[in-house]
């Protein structure tokens, strides 16, 4: 899938615990994104990278922080874990910017309990 | 965006045609895709429709776009098991950023035998 490993590929954890989901690309893509998925409501932006170090907050933003420190990494940290942030969280890269250039990970499933 | 909205669930005959409906409300959508997700795997983009065109085919798949009634549909013909999947909808103003990009609910298509 276009060099983009999400890790882990599936989490259960406890309410008010940190959270860290990584993604990881060979693509050396200047753009990378966070997405949640939840029944009724798509895909919804939570943060983007439009290079090392920044970043830039999308429609589901609070909640979530991110961190890209190199070209291949985007790290999403959920500080304290809620219930509402259960969901399956999709990855994606792209080296322009270009939507039609964009490629999505495998998704992680993140079970808060 | 940033309202687009799916039926949750199609199935179709092996062999027949699926019509998988979407409605947006943003008028100043330029352009609208369709996206396949197939079980654990990240979204495919299948095709994509510029505001100003009313229709695209490309083999198997048929875009329609009715402007006017913001309603865009993706036709399959020759439904195989294959296509099983979940369909999105998604539209943006522009191309120029997939933190620019918003999806609709998902379809569920069943492919029967």
């Known amino acids: 899938d276009a060099g983009i490993t999400q890790s882990p590929r599936h989490k259960v954890t406890e309410t008010g615990t940190p959270v860290t989901l990584r993604c990881h690309q060979t693509?050396?893509?200047?753009?990378m994104y966070w997405y949640r998925q939840d029944p009724g409501h798509g895909l919804r932006l939570i943060h983007y990278?439009?290079?090392?170090?920044?970043?830039d907050k999308g429609e589901v933003s609070d909640g979530y922080s991110v961190s890209r420190s190199k070209t291949e990494d985007f790290l999403l940290t959920l500080e304290s874990a809620t219930s509402s942030q259960t969901s399956v969280y999709f990855c994606?890269?792209?080296?322009?910017?270009?939507?039609?250039?964009?490629?999505f990970g495998q998704g992680t499933r993140l079970t808060v309990v | 965006g940033e309202d687009v909205e799916q039926s949750l669930f199609l199935s179709v005959r092996e062999g027949d045609s699926s019509v998988i409906n979407c409605t947006y409300t943003d008028s100043s959508s330029t352009y609208l895709y369709w996206y396949k997700q197939e079980p654990g795997a990240g979204l495919q983009l299948l095709t994509y429709?510029?505001?100003?065109?009313d229709m695209k085919q490309d083999q198997r798949l048929t875009v329609l776009l009715n402007k006017k009634d913001k309603h865009l549909s993706l036709r399959i013909a020759d439904t195989q098991t294959g296509d099983s999947a979940i369909y999105f909808c998604?539209?943006?103003?522009?191309?120029?950023?997939?933190?620019?990009?918003?999806f609709g609910t998902g379809t569920r298509l069943t492919v029967i035998p």
């Open positions: 693509e050396n893509h200047r753009y």
């Open positions: 429709i510029f505001s100003n065109m």
């Open positions: 990278s439009y290079g090392v170090k920044d970043t």
């Open positions: 998604a539209e943006s103003r522009d191309q120029t950023g997939a933190n620019n990009l918003f």
């Open positions: 994606a890269i792209s080296e322009s910017g270009v939507i039609t250039e964009a490629f």
